[in-house]
């Protein structure tokens, strides 16, 4: 029996790409210099991540352990090659944003490490649950680091986030600090180092305290 | 199941295994790219003819793909695309080309039969985003400085950006980029005056 919470838990916090298991730092601190940005690089890749956990687990019992990376390697960059081509022929104005971020998905490392640690040991569904909670896990990762530093470096939130998601989400677009001059090394590379640094260290904060308020919760009764 | 495992442990499965995953992958990309195709290549003269029309503000009466020249330029050949009105070459618009920060930035410059710029269009770049892609008219209003200046207004030496003494706007922290338009357009103007004759057809079709 699996346990769906457990994996949605997993996914969203516990384990999350980003900030537990530190993978795809790659794409991560390239594009998450505003927050829209991050969503698209994020949803995209969770759309491949879906796909690709769904098609390994499927495969997994014919793959055998000795040639199952490059098995699944050359799954995974089909996929995005897939991907790349139908946006481009059939939604070729979301291409025309996404198109950016869709190669840099093969180098998402994420991907391979779900493929192995997860949807070559279990079966189609919860695969395809874990394929989803992971993607929008660091699909949320990827909007807050994308948020802090679209708000420190320009003071702006969502900005363009219509040319992603189209007019009707104009409304995201937010001025956060107005007139503001922008500070300029929250956008390049070293913000997004920080950033994460500090985001990392947060969440470490927080599982700490909750860690501790389980371990007063279990040893009151005892004392009393 | 059991079969499959003693199966699963010979060399030669494992052999076998690669090559149908490379045959079965190849066969759905090869499959995708016959169907997207036509697709993809209609998207791009489109897109295409959407890049000349943005720069090309002006009347016109025929179809600008099917009115090209194609001579040799500063690095390769140029293609350029035509408008006409009653026969009569009013513009040209043609791709240029410059060095940025992280690989060439290619505009589509529109240019009248005066040598007046008509717009510019940034049209593939792989600039920083958040910093160099302000050079997007959907980012930044930066591009449309270009229209209605020439080779002689601003002079030559002052069409730059600003940090080299010129009249463009660079962006914080960003100053590669926008010169790589500048400098691009500034010789695509150069292109047009030493071409014009060529490229403004004069005799005329009646």
Redesign the interface.
Known sequence: MTDYARITRDGLWDNNVVFAQMLALCPTLAVTGTASNGLGMGLASTAVLVVSNVVISAIRHLVSPEVRIPVYIVVIATLVTLVDMALNAWLHELYKVLGLFIALIVVNCAILGRAESFAARNAVLPSALDGLMMGLGFTAALVVLGGVREVLGSGTLFAQAHLLLGEAFAFLELTVIPGYKGYLMMILPPGGFLALGFLLAGKRVLDRRRAERAARLATAPAVA | ?AM?ERL??HLA??GA??AV??LL?SG??AL??K???P??EA?AA??LKQSLTQVLPGQYDNDLLDDKVVLPGPDGEVTVYRARQAGRVVAVVFEVAGRGYAGPVVSMLGVDRDGRILGVRVIAH?E????GDKIEP??DRWIHAFAGKSLGAPPADRFAVKKDGGVFDQF??ATITPRAVVNSVKGGLAFFGREKARLLDEEVKS
């Open positions: 199941m499959l699963r442990g499965y494992q295994l690669l995953a490379a992958t759905a990309l995708a790219a169907a997207t195709g697709a993809i998207a489109e897109d792989r920083t985003p958040g910093l959907a980012k914080a922290g």
